[in-house]
């Protein structure tokens, strides 16, 4: 009888695992369709262009690409700028991030949101900013006549400001969850406030720094708005150098070879990413990061914190007020009102209509990438998955790694027939933004989703429940709130994305960052002022999808 019974239950057991099998992989389908046809397919259609000659592969090109004198100066300076970004932007964010971490002050959560507008405004915006601040006509050139734009100090800073959160919020937030006892015992035992420092607290942090400087890294390695407004022609990252090969030169050999040595290269630094982050998750126990701010007490932390507010003000906060200032240089809201006005040369329609544009495109795009990641988080949730399902998860991070530039113009070359002759389609543009919302969405639910104990959804199952009504009675209830996080940054992402944007929105139909970046590139003051209006506009999008999700959060550690 016993014998009979563990038979039924291994019986059981399989019958369970493999329907769990059957719907992991049913939710994998549309994911794996949707990457399939909307990525892998335009990416490798405009490599196939580029390297595919008489129907043989041209390898040898890539040589020939590197031979080239420019498009090494190119590597070198999108490597070092990187390098030289990542570090400038974690010596100027540590103090941030322990001023965060481990002090109590008034409006703490306020200026955590300000610091973050930044990471979540698109990079045209940024560069419009500072362009604002040390270009020709900005607030530097008018007090002492000093103009940084299409230098590589503004492209540092603006690397800096767009990317100060992430070293603030990924170290601050284990920053402050570590427990300040460990160091403290270290000081009774006779070690200076350094040497503890030094050897308690900075490998503790060692992992978190890693993945901030990784992520900064990552952006800044492919960065295109900033460098692209601001560095001129003198200066050129990849990302930038395959637009211009592409839109101006017409060279898709040589943009497909950049493409796979971006993408080789980004590849690398997600999987050393991945790497520093597991070490993060396993190696520390930690402790409320409540428990561990307290108010500045001596002098010295005084200073510290007005320090922090100093750099804060400065770098953050006086960037976007240019902005703002210079968006109302017209008396009576000039600038705003001529953007209600078609002036027949790079718009065909008024500007203005860029903001419902954006806002339908995004919301579109968001209801894309909610489905999609929605349907992959839940296909990833199972810890026992093989290398099947660990090869799915690093196929949705994939969009990160490739230039979003390619991308667009895959589309316009792989999408122009039927039975996906999608060309004239207005849905184009959500489509190519969600690609690069999807990751976001993955990477909010996943956690949450894990989280849910794996014995409701057994007992569910053993009870008859299929597995729709299993999500949508388990896990969808406990995991409202991230989806809702997960579908604020979607629509933030979405709308200020520009890389794709730019080559398949219609000229009847712009986005507010093509809209922003068509502005700048037309002489005159009218045409300025109206990109300060537009990039406000899109600012102050930005900042309220921002105070949503701060509301929203699930997780209160600080971190991404």
Not at 277 to 302: F, I, K, Y
Not at 355 to 382: D, F, W
């Amino acid at each position: 009888m016993d014998l009979a019974r563990t038979e039924v239950g291994k019986a059981g057991r399989r019958a369970r695992n493999l329907r769990g099998s059957v719907a992991r992989l049913a939710l994998m389908a549309g994911p794996v369709a949707f990457f399939a046809v909307f990525f892998a397919y335009p990416v490798a259609a405009i490599v196939a262009r580029g390297l595919e000659v008489d129907g043989v592969w041209r390898f040898g090109r890539i040589g020939d690409v590197l031979a080239q004198s420019d498009v090494r100066h190119v590597l070198w300076f999108t490597t070092w700028q990187a390098l030289a970004s990542t570090a400038l932007t974690l010596l100027v964010a540590l103090p941030g991030a322990y001023v965060f971490a481990r002090f109590d002050f008034p409006g703490k959560q306020v200026l955590r949101a300000v610091v973050t507008v930044p990471f979540v405004l698109p990079t045209v915006v940024v560069g419009t900013a500072f362009l604002a601040l040390v270009g020709r006509g900005g607030l530097l050139d008018e007090l002492w006549g000093v103009r940084l734009d299409t230098t590589v100090w503004a492209i540092l800073l603006a690397h800096v400001f767009f990317n100060y959160a992430v070293v603030v919020r990924t170290v601050g937030g284990l920053w402050a969850q570590l427990d300040p006892r460990q160091e403290e015992a270290a000081r009774m035992l006779g070690a200076s406030r350094a040497r503890a420092w030094r050897q308690v607290t900075l490998p503790a942090l060692a992992p978190a720094v890693a993945a901030a400087a990784l992520m900064v890294f990552l952006f800044t390695f492919t960065s295109f708005g900033v460098v692209q407004i601001l560095g001129g022609p003198a200066f050129s990252t990849l990302e930038v150098e395959i637009y211009r090969q592409t839109s101006q030169v017409f060279d898709l050999s040589t943009a497909a070879v950049l493409t796979l040595i971006q993408f080789a290269a980004v590849v690398a630094v997600l999987a050393v990413h991945a790497w520093t982050v597991r070490r993060r998750e396993s190696a520390l126990r930690l402790v409320d990061a409540a428990t561990t701010a307290r108010r500045p007490r001596s002098a010295g932390q005084w200073a510290l914190l007005a320090g922090v507010l100093a750099t804060v003000a400065l770098l953050v906060v006086l960037p976007l007020a240019v902005l703002v200032q210079r968006s109302l240089g017209a008396p009576g809201f000039g600038y705003y009102r001529a953007l209600t006005e078609a002036d027949g040369g790079a718009f065909l329609v008024p500007p203005i209509e860029a903001i419902g544009n954006s806002l339908q495109y995004a919301l579109a795009a968001t209801a894309i990438a909610v489905v999609i990641g929605a349907l992959a988080a839940a296909a990833l949730t199972r810890r026992d998955a093989g290398r099947f399902v660990r090869g799915f998860d690093a196929l949705l991070m994939l969009p990160l790694g490739v230039s979003a530039v390619t991308v667009g113009f895959g589309f316009l070359i792989a999408l122009d027939e039927p039975p996906l002759d999608l060309r004239a389609s207005w849905i184009l543009v959500p489509l190519a933004q969600a690609l690069v919302g999807v990751p976001f969405v993955v990477r909010t639910m996943l956690p949450v989703l894990r989280a849910v104990d794996g014995r409701l959804r057994e007992a569910a199952a053993v009870l008859g429940a299929s597995p729709w009504r299993v999500w949508r009675e388990v896990d969808l209830p406990m995991v409202r709130r991230a989806l809702l996080v997960a579908a604020g940054f979607a629509f933030a992402v979405s709308l200020g994305e520009f890389g794709a944007t730019v080559f398949i929105a219609r000229p009847d139909n712009p986005t507010l960052p093509v809209a922003v970046a068509r502005l700048l590139g037309r002489p005159g003051d009218l045409n300025y002022g109206q990109a300060m209006a537009l990039s406000t506009i899109l600012m102050l999008v930005c900042a309220v999808a921002l105070v949503v999700l701060e509301r929203l959060r699930t997780d209160r550690s600080g971190e991404f």
